[in-house]
T-cell receptor, first 114, second 116 residues
Framework: AQKVTQAQTEISVVEKEDVTLDCVYE???????LFWYKQPPSGELVFLIR??????QNEISGRYSWNFQKSTSSFNFTITASQVVDSAVYFC???????????FGKGTRLHILP | GAGVSQSPRYKVAKRGQDVALRCDPI?????LFWYQQALGQGPEFLTY????????KSGLPSDRFFAERPEGSVSTLKIQRTQQEDSAVYLC??????????????FGQGTRLTVV
């Protein structure tokens, strides 16, 4: 069965600090996809990244970076030099190639304090 | 508009009342999904359409929940005889490709349903 665990329920950091959001997943498929979504107070889920299971290269996009490690079934997300606008709930998610749906973790609420 | 549009944004229903939630996906998007998000939780899958075909409804919690997409564009999620445990945000998402959520999906802002 597929499962996504985000152990950090809530994190608070001071602006400009770096912060890492943890994500651990479980799947029996060899082909799968991992996602991160951001949910600001407005409620809309904003797509951040999609990685497939064959691509373990880490990715950087501006202040955002992702560390995918199949050996530990983790897909962690780091925000560098955090800003107040980064405050939101962040969801890690998993989709197996054999299935249509995406399974979300419970989310990590991130507070960036000015 | 350019994004996924859901209406109404907020709905208050009396217990036992029927409700209908609407989703306008991005034009041309083949795949459409409904999710339920309880307070403080991650979204939970309800159902998936590929064009007008409902390919997966395994997440619908009971037979009081019904979804349709008759012309392969707009979709409606209907909840009959609402109960308090139905209170949640209902999210709709659409995706351009027919492999479903394996590709990037765009979410609407959701409909917050409160059953009193």
């Amino acid at each position: 069965a597929q499962k996504v665990t985000q152990a950090q329920t809530e994190i608070s950091v001071v602006e400009k600090e770096d912060v890492t959001l943890d994500c651990v997943y479980e799947t029996r498929d060899t082909t799968y996809y991992l996602f991160w979504y951001k949910q600001p107070p407005s409620g809309e889920l904003v797509f951040l990244i999609r990685r497939n299971s064959f691509d373990e290269q880490n990715e950087i996009s501006g202040r955002y970076s992702w560390n995918f490690q199949k050996s530990t079934s983790s897909f962690n997300f780091t925000i560098t030099a955090s800003q107040v606008v980064d405050s939101a709930v962040y969801f890690c998610a998993l989709s197996e190639h054999s299935d249509d749906k995406i399974i979300f973790g419970k989310g990590t609420r991130l507070h960036i304090l000015p | 508009g350019a994004g996924v549009s859901q209406s109404p944004r907020y709905k208050v229903a009396k217990r036992g009342q029927d409700v209908a939630l609407r989703c306008d996906p991005i034009s041309g998007h083949v795949s459409l999904f409904w999710y339920q998000q309880a307070l403080g939780q991650g979204p939970e899958f309800l159902t998936y359409f590929q064009n007008e075909a409902q390919l997966d409804k395994s997440g619908l919690p009971s037979d009081r929940f019904f979804a349709e997409r008759p012309e392969g564009s707009v979709s409606t999620l209907k909840i009959q005889r609402t109960q308090q445990e139905d209170s949640a945000v209902y999210l709709c998402a659409s995706s351009a490709q027919d492999r479903g959520m394996n590709t990037e999906a765009f979410f609407g802002q959701g409909t917050r349903l409160t059953v009193v």
